[in-house]
């Protein structure tokens, strides 16, 4: 595994669509596959979040100096928040050939596509849209009018869609699970990932032939 | 599944690797999945083979009148026999939706990617080119100068690797099915293949709330 880099692999989708559950649900089940990158935000903490695994939370005065100190791979305000990942660990994690899973905002996933093109986006997407709304809504810490916010700005954030490598909508946590588990397997096995480590073992073959 | 168009999935690699015998194995396992393209073969059918099954076994001269009437997708001649798929029915399929799996040899693949470069290459690969002889050799039908023909033959087919779009390693059959099984499934989840049907669908929902 060291001979190749990592994959950056980038989880995004609307907010609401349950990118921390099937992120959760990943490393559950393969608690060591990937390298979780923690995001930064000035958000409140929801219950049941852990500051340190869910998120850094951190407040406004400490975020802007991040952005000061340019230690963030991208950050973006998002409904008057701040969401931001750090810079220094995905470096070194991919170097080391370990695969970094990010799940963050479109906005910020786009910012990322920038920079690290050769990341794996993935696309979460809700069954519907009134499917989405109903989330939201059942989550009971937005009022009205950050519903009718967010549904906007979902509709925003569907359209960057195109800009993704892969789709998996989120009906059954489960199935998108496995999809996002299949999907990484499967972009180990393309051709630039192991080309020019097969073609020096036929080197080898026929070079010991003729010995 | 109609509404979108099947994918062409093209399994190929050298000689001896074990592509029949991966193939067998996913249509055995999932009976209705795909849709298998037979080729046209002047070669001897071994034993165990059957005519209509593996392959269609025909004359040389048959096979150049498919060839002066242009009903194949591709042809090519290796080790002194034609190969062959003949076309008609891989096109009709792809419309219904349904994904084609084609069995072929290097060459053969290289010119149905030149015509369908949608189409998803899957370069199976021996373990290692040592291991590659002794299955080549295990299986008694070829004379020594014939082996040593199919080595060389070998060697310039896995050059031809890199303009695949994955690569398996065919250690273990079971391990190949699935990881085949796995990029194809993968495949369907590409962006461009569900993002006008989501567009659709968010346009009506915003156009329901005007409404």
Not at 51 to 76: H, K, M, Q
């Amino acid at each position: 595994m060291s001979d190749t880099k990592g994959l950056l692999i980038v989880l995004s989708g609307p907010s609401g669509v349950g990118k921390g559950t099937v992120r959760e649900a990943i490393f559950k089940e393969n608690p060591y596959h990937y390298v979780y990158s923690i995001s930064a935000t000035t958000r409140q903490m929801r219950e049941g979040e852990v500051d340190g695994v869910d998120y850094y939370f951190v407040s406004r005065e400490e975020f802007e100096g991040y952005i000061a100190d340019n230690t963030l791979l991208e950050y973006a305000e998002y409904v008057n928040n701040y969401y931001g990942t750090p810079l220094a660990m995905i470096q070194k994690t991919l170097d080391s050939g370990k695969d970094v899973f990010l799940e963050i905002e479109v906005q910020g996933a786009m910012k990322v596509r920038e920079k690290m093109p050769e990341g794996v986006f993935i696309f979460l997407a809700p069954p519907s849209l009134s499917e989405l709304e109903k989330r939201i809504t059942n989550r009971g810490t937005d009022s009205e009018s950050v519903i009718i916010e967010r549904m906007q700005k979902a509709r925003e954030e569907i359209d960057m869609m195109q800009h993704y490598d892969y789709v998996v909508i989120n009906e059954d946590v489960n199935r998108a699970v496995d999809q996002v588990n299949m999907i990484i397997q499967t972009e180990h096995l393309k051709v630039d990932r192991v080309v020019d480590k097969i073609k020096g073992q036929i080197h080898q073959y026929f070079q010991e032939e003729i010995d």
